[in-house]
């Protein structure tokens, strides 16, 4: 009976992500034909992992799909290679939605409104995170555009739309009203 594969914690892929980010960037900045080489062989592999990617996805029914893109990881892999199964302003506003909760705990809003060209729109009202963190609609706007942009990189920015302003519904006196229908009764 073979034994079920270690699965790694999220910090743990985490700190191996963060290691690659550094070990390639050592390899960029050393000369000769070794780092090259390395180099060459980290896009080759990337390439294969990304064609497996890609064939997993072919054959995917509908339920595995969303799975496959709900995962924090296997999505952002599957940008990374082109082959996410949902389109780009389903994962967008998704990630707006993530967001939505915490916003809300702290006073404010954001409301995904929609993407313009590569552009993704969103309406972000009050809030911030109160006193000790900054605060206010930048902060958030902030956070909104960083979480869109990692969901949905094909995307070039993330800007907020004004609130529409509604006019208050005008108010009438009652006595107005009154006065108006008596002078018309007496007529």
Do not use: N
Request: some cysteine; glycine content about 8%.
């Amino acid at each position: 009976m073979a034994e079920a594969a270690v699965r790694l914690p999220d910090p743990a892929v985490e700190a191996r992500l963060a290691r690659l980010d550094e070990v390639l960037a050592g390899l960029e900045s050393a000369p000769g034909p070794a780092a090259r080489e390395a180099l060459e062989s980290v896009l080759l592999l990337t390439e294969v992992y990304g064609e497996a990617l890609a064939r997993i996805v072919d054959v995917a029914d509908e339920r595995l799909s969303e799975r496959l893109a709900e995962d924090e990881l296997l999505g952002h892999l599957l940008v990374l290679h082109s082959v996410h199964p949902e389109p780009v302003e389903r994962r967008a506003a998704r990630a707006v939605e993530k967001l939505r909760p915490a916003v809300r705990e702290r006073g404010g809003d954001v409301e995904w409104a929609g993407v313009e060209g590569q552009v993704a729109r969103v309406r972000v009202s009050g809030g911030g995170c109160g006193s000790g963190c900054g605060g206010g609609s930048a902060d958030v706007t902030e956070v909104v555009r960083a979480a869109v942009l990692a969901a949905a990189p094909e995307l070039t920015a993330v800007e907020p739309v004004a609130e529409e302003r509604r006019a208050a519904p005008a108010f009438v006196p009652l006595d107005s009203i009154r006065r108006r229908a008596a002078a018309q009764e007496a007529r």
